[in-house]
């Protein structure tokens, strides 16, 4: 069974349009939670766009497996040894994206992520590495200490026609199966739907997705429980036949 963690960094977003006190991003992820995600992750960011620091806090003790999104920084790095988060996410970063942009480059890193691998994992803090699905960058995250990889599903979700969208599958594929050769668990995220999410969860290997945008834009209509219990349903659709192997 493929987890889903629910990304609810919009419902914040939304409250920080008014820097006001609601929507609360700790009410929708209980509501999430009760409509079915396995746990819940958060982007707090340098620039703090859309999750604050006391919302992190807040979040520790309600949710029973926290993802903290974060960029290899000496500020959030502090904060996430602090929180100790189940799961920290190592991001790039750049303040003029409006979300993130691509997966970080661990070969051209390999200081600075290597040092906040190591210091999250003296706290127990399991760290996965948002890459791209290249089979080098799978290899170098298993060099630098990461428990997990988070492969970016970016360039298939945004692929416009068929043929580019099959080629990105087999390199996610790919990457799943040297990652999984490596000892690494694999997760996968970024741009993912309520269409585009079924072949992604055929490819053997992948035990975890991170959706957000897609959830959180559903949630408006139709409310966070439904939202999140329609994302399940989408998962499982075509779960468990015809997993894709390379």
């Given at each position: 069974m493929i987890r889903l963690g629910v990304n609810i960094d919009h419902v914040a977003t939304v409250r920080q349009a008014r820097r006001g006190a609601e929507p609360d991003p700790v009410a929708a992820a209980v509501l999430a939670l009760l409509?079915?995600?396995?746990?819940?992750?958060?982007?707090?960011?340098?620039?703090?766009?859309?999750?604050?620091?006391?919302?992190?806090?807040?979040?520790?003790?309600?949710?029973?497996r926290l993802?903290?999104?974060?960029?290899?920084?000496?500020?959030?790095?502090?904060?996430?040894?602090?929180?100790?988060?189940?799961?920290?996410?190592?991001?790039?970063?750049?303040?003029?994206?409006?979300?993130?942009?691509?997966?970080?480059?661990?070969?051209?890193?390999?200081q600075s992520v290597a040092q906040t691998v190591?210091?999250?994992?003296?706290?127990?803090?399991l760290v996965s590495l948002f890459i791209d699905p290249d089979l080098k960058q799978v290899e170098m995250s298993k060099k630098l200490g990461a428990q997990a990889i988070e492969l970016q599903t970016a360039s298939y979700s945004e692929a416009k026609v068929e043929a580019d969208r099959q080629?990105?599958?087999?390199?996610?594929?790919?990457?799943?199966?040297?990652?999984?050769?490596?000892?690494?668990?694999v997760h996968m995220g970024h741009g993912l739907n309520y269409t585009n999410v079924q072949p992604i969860v055929c490819i053997g290997g992948v035990?975890?997705?991170?959706?957000?945008?897609?959830?959180?834009?559903?949630?408006v209509l139709v409310g966070m429980e439904r939202a999140v219990r329609d994302m399940k349903e989408a998962m499982m659709a075509h779960f468990p036949f015809a997993r894709i192997k390379t």
């Open positions: 409509g079915g995600a396995d746990g819940i992750t958060v982007h707090l960011r340098e620039d703090r766009r859309h999750i604050q620091d006391r919302d992190v806090r807040l979040l520790r003790p309600v949710v029973p993802n903290l999104e974060m960029a290899c920084s000496e500020e959030i790095t502090s904060i996430a040894l602090e929180v100790r988060p189940d799961e920290a996410t190592l991001v790039p970063e750049k303040r003029q994206e409006l979300t993130t942009e691509g997966g970080l480059d661990v070969l051209a890193n390999q190591k210091r999250l994992n003296e706290k127990c803090i080629s990105e599958l087999v390199k996610l594929a790919a990457a799943t199966a040297k990652a999984r050769e490596l000892g690494l668990h035990e975890e997705l991170n959706i957000g945008h897609s959830i959180i834009s559903r949630a």
